[in-house]
């Protein structure tokens, strides 16, 4: 903050001369304070070779203002040749700025371009894992499932029933296993056709599938069934106790009808020991 101004002797106020020479002092005092202190807008009040400079510096650095804020929008095609080396050095900055940015924008580019590739690798690498898991469960499926009736192949019954066998030795649960044979199916096959007598097949299975917990197909007339202690109907197969199986099995003589043709219904009779 400048001070105040002293005052002019007064044996120099008589003097035109030196009070104007007085006032063109305090208004370069004025002008230059505030050009240093970023003030660009006094007006030099006096005429002459130094308000010539004056005003020449003030312009100058009025565009260097004009020319910093275009630099800070991001316009670095600014140059600077009306100040010495200081021009040299602003414009090497600006130079080196526009590389900067440039360099940056490349690398955002990249790193944007590299992340759309990570995104789509990823997507791909999902969608394949999916796939890959459809396929082999579906594979496993094919392994294990007879695929007319959709009950468990025989050697994969023989797995799972080697498991609960164990099991049941270990543990003591009830376990029971039941053979269940269609009688007669090779007349059926004779008489009425393969296509019929795999009717007959996916019939007994759909049947009997939902009553037990292992249903497999041993060959193309029989039938195994493997059953678990958690149905909780039986701890041993006494005689008394078979009437609890009729509520979801075939008796030990099932008769089905299936339609061959609407004038001949036709039958099927399944034997079914049981032995727990």
Sequence with gaps: MLGKPPQVPARFESIDSFQTLYAILLSLRDFLYAAANGDLSKQVSFKGYVAVVLKTLQANLRHLTWQAKMIASGDFAQRMGFMGEFSQAFNTMVLQLDQTFKNVARKEAELRQVNEDLVKEITVRKQTEVALRKS???????????PLTGLYNRRHFNQLAETEIRRALRYKPPLSVIMLDIDFFKHVNDTFGHTI??????????????GANIVAIKR???????????????????????????????????????ENDEKNPQGCRCGCPIRG
């Design 136 to 146: 082999e469960r579906a594979y496993k499926r094919l392994a294990i499932i007879d």
């Design 197 to 210: 007598g795999d009717k007959v097949l996916k019939l007994v299975a759909k049947t009997i599938i939902s």
């Design 220 to 258: 193309a007339f029989a039938i195994c069934l493997l059953l678990l202690c958690q149905l909780l109907f039986v701890q041993d197969f006494h005689e008394e106790e078979t009437e609890k199986l009729s509520n979801f099995l075939p008796p030990p003589q099932y008769w089905h009808h299936f």
